[in-house]
C-alpha cells in the first residue's frame, strides 16, 4: 500500500534548495595561517564576489526559494551580499561564526561561537534564525542544547533519514542531508589542501537528478546543499538551472524553505 503524501497539497516530494555560504571562513577555519595565502582566500571570495549574485539571479529568473546559511564572520565581513540574499526573500540560517567544526572535547568553545554567530546576524542583518547548520554537519552532545537555546526550530545536519523527524524528547525538526547531494565532494579542491579529483557538471547533475527520481518516488525530502564558491562556477551554475528546470517537469513537488519544512513537520507530528 502506497502511504499518502505527508507534504502539503498531496505534494509528491519536498525540495529544499540550500547554500552554505561560507566564503573565506571556510578556509580561514581550516588554517588560520590561510590568513596569509591571498591564492587560497580568493576561491572563497569569488563565492562572495561572483557566486552569490549569480545565484541570486538564477534563483530570481527561475522563481524558487532557498535557504542560506550564513556564519556570523561572513555577515560582518560581506554585509552587502546577506543584505542581497535577505532583502530577496530567501531564508538566512546559523552556521558557527567561523565556520568552526564543533569539538566535544570543547563545549564552551561550542558555545561561544554559537552565540557570536547569532550576534552577528542579528546585528548586521536584523535576522533571529529558525534553523542551524553545524559547519561540516559535526554535532556534538550539545548542539541541540544550543539550538533549543536559542529558540530555533530545526537542524539539518544528520544523514540517518530521507524524511523529517522530531529529535527524541525535543521540538526540533531534523531536516537530512546526505553527502551525494553536496556540491563540496565533487567540486571542492586546491593542490595543496584538499588534492581531490574534480568531477564534471555532467556527471554531479546525473547524481542529482537520479537521487531526485529516487526521492520522488519515495516521497522524501531532496535537500541539496551547495556553495556560493563551488556552484557559483559557471558551467556548475548551468548544472544547478538544468536540474532546477528537471523538477519542475515533474508534478506534485513542493519547494520550500527550511522554515517551512520544519514547520509544517511539526504541525503533522504535534
Given at each position: 500500500?502506497?502511504?499518502?503524501?505527508?507534504?502539503?497539497?498531496?505534494?509528491?516530494?519536498?525540495?529544499?534548495?540550500?547554500?552554505?555560504?561560507?566564503?573565506?571562513?571556510?578556509?580561514?577555519?581550516?588554517?588560520?595561517?590561510?590568513?596569509?595565502?591571498?591564492?587560497?582566500?580568493?576561491?572563497?571570495?569569488?563565492?562572495?564576489?561572483?557566486?552569490?549574485?549569480?545565484?541570486?539571479?538564477?534563483?530570481?529568473?527561475?522563481?524558487?526559494?532557498?535557504?542560506?546559511?550564513?556564519?556570523?564572520?561572513?555577515?560582518?565581513?560581506?554585509?552587502?551580499?546577506?543584505?542581497?540574499?535577505?532583502?530577496?526573500?530567501?531564508?538566512?540560517?546559523?552556521?558557527?561564526?567561523?565556520?568552526?567544526?564543533?569539538?566535544?572535547?570543547?563545549?564552551?568553545?561550542?558555545?561561544?561561537?554559537?552565540?557570536?554567530?547569532?550576534?552577528?546576524?542579528?546585528?548586521?542583518?536584523?535576522?533571529?534564525?529558525?534553523?542551524?547548520?553545524?559547519?561540516?554537519?559535526?554535532?556534538?552532545?550539545?548542539?541541540?542544547?544550543?539550538?533549543?537555546?536559542?529558540?530555533?526550530?530545526?537542524?539539518?545536519?544528520?544523514?540517518?533519514?530521507?524524511?523529517?523527524?522530531?529529535?527524541?524528547?525535543?521540538?526540533?525538526?531534523e531536516l537530512p542531508v546526505q553527502w551525494a547531494l553536496d556540491d563540496a565532494p565533487f567540486f571542492?579542491?586546491?593542490?595543496?589542501?584538499?588534492?581531490?579529483?574534480?568531477?564534471?557538471?555532467?556527471?554531479?547533475?546525473?547524481?542529482?537528478r537520479d537521487e531526485f527520481l529516487g526521492m520522488y518516488e519515495w516521497g522524501g525530502l531532496f535537500?541539496?546543499?551547495?556553495?556560493?564558491?563551488?556552484?557559483?562556477?559557471?558551467s556548475r551554475l548551468l548544472c544547478l538551472r538544468r536540474l532546477i528546470r528537471f523538477i519542475k517537469?515533474?508534478?506534485?513537488?513542493?519547494?520550500?524553505?527550511?522554515?517551512?519544512?520544519?514547520?509544517?513537520?511539526?504541525?503533522?507530528?504535534?
Amino acid at each position: 500500500m502506497v502511504p499518502s503524501s505527508p507534504w502539503p497539497g498531496d505534494a509528491k516530494v519536498a525540495v529544499m534548495l540550500t547554500f552554505d555560504f561560507d566564503a573565506e571562513s571556510g578556509w580561514l577555519s581550516r588554517d588560520p595561517a590561510h590568513r596569509d595565502r591571498p591564492g587560497v582566500l580568493s576561491q572563497g571570495r569569488y563565492g562572495a564576489t561572483v557566486g552569490v549574485p549569480r545565484l541570486l539571479d538564477l534563483l530570481a529568473a527561475e522563481r524558487v526559494p532557498a535557504t542560506f546559511f550564513i556564519p556570523g564572520w561572513v555577515a560582518e565581513q560581506h554585509p552587502e551580499q546577506c543584505r542581497l540574499i535577505r532583502d530577496a526573500g530567501h531564508e538566512i540560517g546559523h552556521h558557527g561564526y567561523l565556520h568552526e567544526r564543533a569539538k566535544p572535547e570543547d563545549p564552551e568553545g561550542e558555545r561561544r561561537a554559537f552565540e557570536l554567530g547569532m550576534k552577528a546576524l542579528d546585528a548586521g542583518l536584523g535576522v533571529t534564525p529558525a534553523g542551524y547548520r553545524s559547519p561540516g554537519w559535526d554535532l556534538t552532545p550539545i548542539t541541540l542544547e544550543c539550538v533549543r537555546a536559542h529558540g530555533m526550530i530545526y537542524s539539518s545536519n544528520l544523514m540517518d533519514d530521507v524524511f523529517p523527524y522530531v529529535h527524541r524528547g525535543t521540538s526540533v525538526v531534523e531536516l537530512p542531508v546526505q553527502w551525494a547531494l553536496d556540491d563540496a565532494p565533487f567540486f571542492l579542491m586546491h593542490p595543496t589542501f584538499l588534492n581531490r579529483p574534480l568531477q564534471s557538471p555532467e556527471t554531479v547533475f546525473g547524481i542529482w537528478r537520479d537521487e531526485f527520481l529516487g526521492m520522488y518516488e519515495w516521497g522524501g525530502l531532496f535537500n541539496l546543499t551547495c556553495h556560493p564558491q563551488l556552484i557559483g562556477q559557471p558551467s556548475r551554475l548551468l548544472c544547478l538551472r538544468r536540474l532546477i528546470r528537471f523538477i519542475k517537469e515533474h508534478d506534485r513537488v513542493w519547494w520550500a524553505t527550511g522554515r517551512e519544512v520544519a514547520e509544517h513537520w511539526r504541525a503533522r507530528t504535534a
